[in-house]
Structures are given as structure tokens and as C-alpha cells.
């Protein structure tokens, strides 16, 4: 992809040299309070890259702010993965301690276990 666009940018590069070749033709620009003479290419390819600078400098705040939610939803996405794996490593040893109660025997019932209290008779 960068060699794409270094090839892309190469061209370019070659077309503005030709056009600035073949624009040599001296142009009266006046701004605010400043006229100067010079060249027509000097003066759009100038025009050109002004343009293109208030068009980054127009995408630049957009462009921080995708940042920025993007690096905080990857910081989240991380913390909800570390939560996960800690759940799994519980859902694991939970497993595993009912694998190993349901593998022991149930403990017989001795005498000293409470019985349930019997109904008494009220005929007396």
C-alpha cells in the first residue's frame, strides 16, 4: 500500500514539474494589502498545496477523535477479555469441585444427625 502511494505521489510530483514548465508566464496576485508577481505554476501550485493543508488541518479533530474512542474501546475490549478468561479459569475449578463431589460417596446418616421432630399425639 505505502509503495502505491509513493508511486502515486511520484507521479504527481512529475506532472506538477511539467505543468510548472510549461506555465512560466508571470501573473499579478494581490491578497489583503500584499500584490506580488510570479509565476502562474508557482502561484496555483502554491494555491494547490494551501488547499490541501486547510483540508488536513479541516479532517484533523474527526481524525483525533476516532482516535481517541478507538484506543478507549481497545482498552475495554481488554479488560472484558482479562474478565472472560478469569470467569473461565471459575467456570473451570467450579466444574472441577462438582466433578470430585459428585465422585465421593454421600455421607451415611449416624445417629447424632437431628431427626425431624414427630407429631404427638394430642388424644392424652
Given at each position: ?38 509565476s ?22 474527526g ?57 404427638q399425639?394430642?388424644?392424652?
Amino acid at each position: 500500500m505505502i509503495t502505491l502511494l509513493l508511486i502515486l505521489a511520484l507521479v504527481i510530483a512529475v506532472i506538477a514539474v511539467i505543468f510548472a514548465l510549461q506555465n512560466t508566464a508571470a501573473v499579478s496576485v494581490s491578497f489583503f494589502v500584499w500584490q506580488f508577481n510570479q509565476s502562474l505554476a508557482l502561484v496555483l501550485l502554491l494555491a494547490a498545496f494551501v488547499g490541501v493543508i486547510i483540508g488536513l488541518l479541516t479532517i484533523l479533530p474527526g481524525s483525533i477523535k476516532t482516535r481517541w474512542q478507538l484506543a478507549a474501546r481497545n482498552k475495554k475490549i481488554a479488560l472484558l477479555e482479562k474478565e472472560i478468561e478469569e470467569l473461565k479459569q471459575k467456570l473451570t475449578s467450579a466444574e472441577q469441585r462438582l466433578q470430585a463431589l459428585q465422585l465421593t460417596p454421600p455421607a451415611e446418616q449416624n445417629s447424632s444427625s437431628p431427626t425431624p421432630p414427630q407429631p404427638q399425639d394430642s388424644s392424652g
